[in-house]
C-alpha cells in the first residue's frame, strides 16, 4: 500500500459508516491507532471477536505488551472513544491500520505520521492550524539551545510537541497545552518519535496561582513557544 492511499482508504471507511465519533475523536483514535501499528503491537491478524468490542481486544494487546506511555493513553482517553464510537465504523478503521503496509516507511515513519495524519487534522476547519509548527522553524529554534550543560526548557504553547521532537540528551522538556486534543495528540506523536520519558507534556487547564507559575517559569533556563 502506498503512503498515498491510507488517508483516502480512512475517508472511504468513514463515510461507509456512520462513526458516532467527531473529528477531533476520529484523529485520536486514528493515531493511536497508527502508534499501535507502527510498535508492532497492531498487527494484520488483528480481529475483533464475534460478539467482542474493540475497547476489549485493545485492552487485550496492550497488556502483553507493557508500554505504560501506551497503557495511559488507552484508560486516560481512547477506551471511552471507543465506547462512543459505533461498531461498523470501529472495526473498518483497527482493521484498516491492522492491514497497513508500513515496511517501505519503516526509516521514516514519524515523518509518515505527520504528513498524512496530523497535518490533515490541522488543515481542517476543525483543527488548530498553529498547533504544529514547521520543521524547518523548530530546527533554526533549537540550533540555538546551549549542548555543553543539562538545561531545562519550558514551552507554555506546546501544541503538538514540535519544540520536543529534536531536542540534544542534555534537554529536559517541560511543555504544556491548553487545546486537550492537540494535547492528547501531542502525547502520541512523542510516543511515535519514541522522546524520552523525562519529557514532561501536561494540560493547562486554566489560570493557577500567579506566584506558583511564576516561580516554575524562573526554574526553567529556556523559554520557548511553538
Known amino acids: 500500500m502506498s503512503k498515498n492511499e491510507l488517508l483516502p482508504l480512512i475517508q472511504l471507511r468513514t463515510n461507509h459508516y456512520k462513526s458516532g465519533l467527531d473529528d477531533n475523536e476520529q484523529i485520536i483514535l486514528n493515531s493511536y491507532l497508527f502508534l499501535l501499528k507502527k510498535e508492532g503491537i497492531l498487527n494484520k491478524d488483528f ?35 471507543c465506547k462512543n464510537g459505533r461498531k461498523l465504523y470501529l472495526n473498518a478503521v483497527s482493521g484498516t491500520f491492522a492491514r497497513l503496509e508500513l515496511e517501505a516507511y519503516k526509516d521514516n515513519l514519524p515523518g509518515f505520521f505527520d504528513d498524512h495524519l496530523l497535518r490533515s487534522h ?10 504544529m509548527q514547521l520543521t524547518e522553524l523548530t530546527t533554526l529554534l533549537n540550533h540555538f539551545l546551549p549542548y555543553n550543560r543539562e538545561i531545562s526548557y519550558y514551552n507554555p504553547f506546546a501544541g503538538l510537541g514540535s519544540l520536543a521532537l529534536n531536542l540534544n540528551d542534555n534537554v529536559n522538556y517541560y511543555g504544556e497545552e491548553f487545546n486537550e486534543t492537540n494535547w492528547i495528540l501531542g502525547k502520541i506523536r512523542m510516543l511515535v518519535y519514541k522522546l524520552p520519558h523525562n519529557f514532561k507534556y501536561t494540560l493547562d487547564t486554566g489560570p493557577t496561582d500567579a506566584e506558583q507559575k511564576t516561580a516554575e517559569v524562573e526554574d526553567e533556563d529556556v523559554v520557548g513557544g511553538g
Do not use: Q, W
Open 47 to 81: 480481529r475483533i471477536p464475534e460478539g467482542g468490542t474493540l475497547s476489549k481486544s485493545l485492552a487485550e494487546i496492550i497488556k502483553e505488551f507493557k508500554s505504560e506511555g501506551i497503557t495511559n493513553l488507552f484508560y486516560d482517553h481512547i477506551e471511552s472513544i
Open 122 to 131: 490541522v488543515s481542517k476547519s476543525s483543527g488548530d492550524y498553529t498547533a
